[in-house]
């Protein structure tokens, strides 16, 4: 007799067995089905059943690449050179990176970047101008060429009240007050100075490596100005918090020099020494006067000094740049015939002939000649632009100077046109090690010493 544990294990081999059957018949079905779909896709079956053609082979579509240009400047307009830019995608990812050019001359275009190879889709326009607000914009590249023309770094400024301002925008800076004005005791202002002598009285906003933002007082306009363009800044307490190249070249022309000083007051001080006190913390100026039997010197306030007018003694300068021209001068000839004549010989016709006096060449007498020339020119050429005049603190914001301050220097043109190839040395291991040498020394030193409980 079969029993009921024999009859359920029969009938589940049974069950078993019919599922595995229609599971390779399942396989079977399926894998004809993937064949007749891979046989029609390299055929095409067109226009009848006699006629076949071949489906053409998948072409690769090359995608036309453009150009982005463009220039990086500040709100104020100043391109910025030398800068960091990159390109980034939408989720802010670096795609490319370039340097915008240097200027010329220090002063003369510069700004501009360029990205070749860029597919058109939507970009980001990066620009790092080494201070915590930068240039960021977002581009759509097109299938053309893209000239975002300037892009400007723009500032966000504070936001003033006008009617806690008491007084007007003209202030006159005979003596400037040790303390803000009530109720103005939060804000310090600050009177900018241009090289022509026009001032401003304004609340800085910030200072960035070449430009200075602010609000004008008692106003909510708002406006920058280049440093090039600053002759100098200072503030309500009568701190310089800049002096440009042009001011402190006027101080060292008439340091130590004769000559008389002219007071916004209208008094005049003839002296025969001038000295300025070099930090300017406490800016003061020190005068000398040899009428004086007690030696003591006289000490006024920059900001009191409207002009100082050096005397005679300014015809050393005069002097002294006519003989480095003609060093220059007859330094330069003496190396184009070196180089023309591919001779050492040429330099000597500029010596005198000391075994036959009588017989100087030309060359020797032209030379001796021509540094008069050069002292004379210069010395008539400071008197014309009347160099001896140096103006410090305007008298109101409506009255500027009589010339303009600014004083071309040759150093520091040569100086900013070496710079990319100087700061790298900067940055070597040799160069900071030849630094560091005085604090290894010191050191050195601290080390042998003996501890005083030894």
């Known amino acids: 007799m079969i029993s009921k544990k024999q009859i359920y294990s029969s009938i589940f081999l049974l069950k078993s067995l019919i599922v595995y059957l229609i599971m390779i018949f399942s396989f079977i079905i ?33 995608e036309e690449r453009f150009t982005i240009n463009g220039k990086a400047a500040y709100g104020n307009g100043v391109m910025v050179p030398d800068a960091e830019v990159m390109l980034l995608d939408t989720l802010e990812k670096t795609l490319q990176t370039t340097r915008t050019t240097t200027k010329l001359f220090g002063r003369f275009f510069g700004g501009s970047f360029k990205f070749e190879n860029i597919l058109p889709g939507e970009y980001i326009i990066s620009v790092d101008l080494g201070t915590k607000v930068g240039i960021k914009k977002r581009i759509h590249l097109k299938n053309k060429n893209l000239d975002l023309g300037v892009v400007k770094n723009e500032v966000e400024f504070p936001k ?33 100075i241009e090289l022509d002598g026009s001032a401003r009285t304004v609340l800085i906003d910030s200072m960035l490596r070449d ?76 005068t000398f006067h040899y009428d004086d039997t007690t030696g003591l010197p006289r000490f006024h306030s920059v900001y009191d ?23 220059v001068f007859h330094g330069a000839t003496m190396g184009f015939q070196i180089l023309r004549k591919k001779s050492f010989k040429p330099p000597l016709s500029y010596l005198p002939n000391f075994s036959k006096p009588e017989n100087k060449t030309n060359s020797y007498y032209s030379m001796i000649t ?18 001896r005049s140096n103006y410090f603190t305007p008298k109101d914001e409506l009255s500027p100077f009589p010339k303009n301050m600014f004083v071309f220097s040759a150093r ?43």
């Open 30 to 62: 399926a894998q004809e089905n993937l064949e007749q779909i891979n046989g029609s896709d390299s055929e095409s079956v067109v226009m009848n059943d006699s006629l076949k053609i071949k489906a053409p082979p998948a072409v690769n579509i090359i």
């Open 160 to 192: 003033y009240e006008i009617d806690d301002y008491t007084d007007s925008t003209r202030i006159y800076y005979e003596r400037l007050i040790t303390d803000p004005v009530e109720p103005d005791s939060i804000n310090v202002r600050h009177i900018v």
């Open 211 to 286: 430009s200075v933002f602010y609000t004008l007082s008692g106003e909510l306009t708002r406006d920058s100005i280049p440093l090039d363009d600053t002759y100098a800044i200072y503030n309500d307490y009568g701190y310089f918090i800049h002096q440009s190249r042009s001011f402190r070249d006027r101080i060292n022309e008439v340091q130590k020099r004769d000559g008389y000083i002219i007071f916004h007051s209208g008094d005049t001080l003839n002296f025969d020494n001038i000295f300025f006190e070099p930090s300017f913390k406490s800016p003061d100026v020190a």
């Open 305 to 327: 000094i409207y002009k100082v007018h050096t005397g005679p003694s300014y015809v050393e300068r005069s002097i002294e740049r006519g003989f480095y021209t003609g060093i």
């Open 370 to 387: 021509s540094f008069s020339f050069f002292t004379l020119g210069w010395v008539g050429y400071d008197w014309y632009m009347d160099r």
């Open 412 to 454: 520091e043109w040569v100086f900013n046109q070496a710079q990319p190839f100087i700061d790298p040395i900067y940055e070597t291991k040799v160069w900071k090690w030849w630094q560091d040498r005085n604090k290894r020394k010191d050191e050195r030193k601290r080390a042998k010493r003996k501890s005083v409980f030894d």
